[in-house]
């Protein structure tokens, strides 16, 4: 099972079953659910500014520059770590670097496996095991005014997602989508589309004034050709396409949005073993409206 890292203890459904399942599905006849909204977005981390009220501009500035330190690194487990909240100057972003610094400082892969015991329900959506850790991360969070995550629910379909989260339907040729959203409306979950191949991926919402820990390995952040994509609904979106995973970033006025798709140039033998070109990249980020995510 992919994780964006290891950052959350709790994933939904493997891909696998769901890949069955949808299989099973689309014997006969595709039962393909298509929603196309006006406006739109994909995916979080850039600088925007809104042009006309209708679309937002994005700037390129790669996964480098939003690289953060791995708590987790061991010899087998290498590359480079970016965080997903945030653009590079924000306060989501800093914040996230701060707590994972903190986390790599503190050895929390040994702190973790050591106390098993947690302080507050509330700190169990963080790695938090120790009073010391809770009380730095609070001490983060208010020193960028941001607020923490208080529960979370689970979701298993797109409709479930939706309702829990408020927003308007924003996946076309969706198959199946599962995980969890935050009380904020934040989420986090597993999807596929299918639309002439499957696109398994796993994609984020993260409320700005909300601290999510969540970041993702990405290997070495240098292989990836990255660009600038005005999708169909007529929003800029940062597309980075690596080896064996691409990352789709934008940042909306109210959230931060990302997605990673477990498919590269190169493949991806457990998700998308056949290599994603360029057109089939563009073609995903068509397949989402984030507008009503903002």
Same mark, same amino acid.
């Given at each position: 099972?992919?994780?964006w ?9 493997s891909?696998e079953?769901?890949?069955?399942s949808t299989?099973a599905s ?9 929603f196309?909204m006006p406006g739109?977005?994909?995916?979080? =981390?850039?600088a +925007? &500014?809104?042009?006309g009220?209708?679309?937002?501009? $994005?700037d ?7 690289? !953060?330190s ?5 010899p087998?487990?290498?590359g480079d ?9 924000s306060?989501?972003?800093?914040a996230?670097?701060q707590?994972?610094?903190y986390?790599t =400082?503190?050895? +929390? &892969?040994?702190?973790s496996?050591a106390d098993?015991? $947690? ?8 790695s !938090?095991?120790?009073a010391e850790?809770?009380e730095q991360?609070e001490n983060?969070?208010?020193a960028?005014?941001?607020k923490l ?8 379909s797109e409709?479930e997602?939706c309702?829990l =989260?408020g927003v308007?339907?924003?996946i076309?040729n ?9 009380e904020?409306?934040?989420f986090q979950?597993?999807g596929?589309?299918?639309?002439g ?8 919402r993260?409320r700005k004034?909300?601290?999510s ?10 292989d990836?050709?990255e660009?600038?994509?005005?999708t169909?609904s007529g929003v800029?979106?940062q597309l980075?396409m ?8 934008a ?5 931060f949005v990302?997605?990673?798709l477990?498919?590269?140039?190169s493949g991806?033998?457990m ?9 089939d990249?563009?073609?995903f980020a068509?397949?989402f ?6």
């Open positions: 099972m992919e994780h890292d290891k950052v959350f203890d709790e994933m939904p459904a891909f079953d769901r890949i069955v299989l689309l014997e006969e006849k595709p039962k393909i659910r298509r196309r739109g977005l994909i995916a979080a =981390a850039l +925007v &500014v809104i042009l009220g209708t679309a937002w501009a $994005i390129l500035f790669g996964l480098k520059s939003i690289t !953060v791995d708590p987790y690194a061991t087998e487990a290498v770590v970016i965080a997903l909240q945030g653009v590079p100057e306060a989501e972003f800093r996230n670097a707590w994972m610094d986390l =400082a503190s050895d +929390v &892969v040994s702190r496996a098993g015991s $947690i302080i507050g329900e509330s700190y169990a959506l963080y !938090v095991y120790t850790m809770a991360l983060i969070a208010s960028y005014g941001l995550h208080t529960s979370r629910q689970d979701f298993y409709s997602l309702s =989260a308007s339907p924003f076309s969706c198959a199946a989508i599962s995980g969890y959203v935050y904020d409306g934040s979950g597993d596929t589309n299918v639309d191949r499957f696109y398994e991926y796993q994609i984020g993260y004034g909300s601290f820990e969540v970041t993702l390995n990405i290997g070495n952040a240098g990836y050709d660009w600038i994509y005005t169909a800029d979106v980075s690596g080896p064996d995973r691409c990352v789709l970033l940042d909306l006025p109210g959230s990302a997605v990673n477990l498919g590269g140039t991806n033998s998700f998308m073993p056949d290599p994603i070109t360029k057109a990249l563009e073609a068509d397949m409206d984030f507008s009503s995510l903002s």
